[in-house]
């Protein structure tokens, strides 16, 4: 049979005051992070949360060790059974809780590939990204928080009870004290109540905002469409069009946050007129429809729609237009032309692979892939505060898969 002690060592005692602390600041750091406007800041502070939130993981796996190899501690006479038993129920969401808020918070994280680090060092993530799992641990987390708020106030509810009422040395063995202290005890569990008390407004003025806000939310934002600015209609020869297949096509995207590297793709669509036989009457006209960023977030899309970034209420879509096709080898070309990116064009050049496969009789087939990094900066992606790249980096590498069809004569 395990041994039996009548107070917590220090260990034990040390890790449940520094947690209980972790805990105040967190669901309180938390509450007002989650609905900052984006900025450098709000980046910061939730790098700050997930690192004080992973050091509460840390510290609940060496507690469960430590409770593991210590005496079990016994009630003392005055706890009475029906005290017991919801102690026991309490102390066992405590602890679900303790594991549970991290966890959640670094699947959310990974599913939604957000960075996450240790006060500066790189944490891999748990999961693929998966939007669906972020929408649900994101959910589960602010949920769980809100619970882990009442049973805390519980639980401190219980130690003020046997404190001031019993006058037992509940409180007392938690603490490192050996005599009864009565205003040290009341002391702590004041100032508890205080932290606890602030989180419990917050969470409540939260509801209520979010209440006015579903009153007076404006109709919903009709998206610009994008024009097709269709400068390919006359000089080119009909017979060499090609129809992008849309499904089996993808603009990828690849940059970075705090260094991690998060994905999104654009849909996409135009003209292209290619023979490889006949390189200078080639030609494409392609237009990337901004809106239909899609990163796995909702927050970040919408993020990447806003005025600082690609202002997709002023410039819908973004233009590639070919100047120049040039062949580098077995079907290997190098193509040239202007991106219009927002209200800045530039000359790019890129390689690229293309297949053509006579599919049959009557039908050909394209599969084009190509890679290039652009400088997002170059393009005025990112303006004011965003302009520093240490949160949001400047590189931007772009995956190009075409498929494309074509009647034959
Ligand atoms: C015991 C530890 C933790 C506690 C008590 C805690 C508490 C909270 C609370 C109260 C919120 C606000 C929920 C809302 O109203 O939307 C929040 C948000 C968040 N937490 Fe934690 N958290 C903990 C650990 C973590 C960890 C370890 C991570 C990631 C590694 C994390 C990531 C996040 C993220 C990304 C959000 C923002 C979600 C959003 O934007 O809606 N948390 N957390
Ligand atoms: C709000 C201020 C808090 C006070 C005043 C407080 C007080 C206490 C006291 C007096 C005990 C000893 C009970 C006994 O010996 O029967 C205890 C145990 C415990 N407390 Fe707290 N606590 C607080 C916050 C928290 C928080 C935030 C957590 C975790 C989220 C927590 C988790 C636990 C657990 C799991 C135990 C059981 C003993 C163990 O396994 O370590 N407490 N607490």
């Known amino acids: 049979m395990k041994q039996e002690s009548d107070s917590y060592g220090f260990v034990l005692k040390f890790i449940h005051w520094t947690t209980a602390l972790l805990i105040m600041g967190l669901l309180f750091v938390g509450l007002y992070m989650a609905d900052l406007p984006l900025s450098e800041t709000k980046l910061k502070i939730y790098m700050l949360h997930k690192s004080f939130g992973l050091l509460v993981l840390a510290l609940v796996v060496v507690r469960v060790f430590t409770k593991f190899l210590s005496p079990k501690v016994r009630s003392l006479d005055t706890h009475q059974a ?42 891999p993530p748990l999961t693929a990204k998966n939007k669906e799992l972020f929408d649900l641990c994101r959910e589960f987390h602010e949920v769980l928080a809100t619970i882990l708020i009442a049973i805390v106030a519980l639980h401190l509810a219980g130690a003020l009870k046997h404190h001031v009422i019993d006058r037992d040395r509940t409180m007392m ?134 005025d600082e970034w690609f202002d997709v209420k002023s410039f819908p879509a973004a233009h590639f237009v070919t100047e120049k096709f040039e062949s580098s080898g077995a079907n290997q070309y190098t193509v040239s032309g202007k991106l219009t990116i927002r209200d800045v064009t530039l000359p790019v050049s890129f390689p690229f692979t293309l297949m053509i496969e006579d599919k049959d009789d009557d039908e050909r087939e394209a599969n084009m892939t190509a890679e290039l990094t652009l400088n997002r900066l170059d393009f005025g992606v990112g303006s004011g505060q965003w302009k520093n790249t240490e949160t949001i980096g400047n590189p931007v590498k772009l995956s190009i898969v075409v498929h494309a069809k074509q009647m034959k004569d």
Request: glycine letters at 8%; zero cysteines; a negative charge.
């Open 82 to 123: 029906w005290e017991k038993f919801l102690a026991k129920l309490t102390h066992i969401f405590l602890y679900f809780a303790l594991f549970a808020m991290p966890l959640s918070g670094w699947i959310m994280s990974s599913a939604g590939e957000f960075p996450v680090s240790f006060f500066g060092i790189p944490v």
């Open 173 to 306: 063995r938690m603490m490192n004290s050996k005599n009864y202290n009565f205003a040290g005890g009341l002391a702590v569990g004041l100032l508890f109540a205080l932290l606890l008390g602030a989180n419990i407004l917050f969470v409540a003025a939260k509801e209520l905002s979010e209440d006015e806000e579903d009153e007076h939310r404006a109709p919903a934002v009709v998206q610009a469409s994008v024009e097709s600015p269709g400068l390919l209609e006359q000089a080119v020869p009909a017979e060499n069009q090609w129809s992008i297949v849309k499904e089996d096509s993808r603009l990828g995207f690849e940059a970075t946050e705090y260094g991690q590297s998060f994905n999104g793709t654009f849909d996409f669509g135009g003209r292209i007129v290619f023979d490889p036989g006949q390189l200078d009457h080639s030609l494409a006209d392609i237009s990337i429809d901004i809106a239909s960023i899609k990163t796995g977030s909702d927050d970040r899309d919408a993020q990447a729609k806003s």
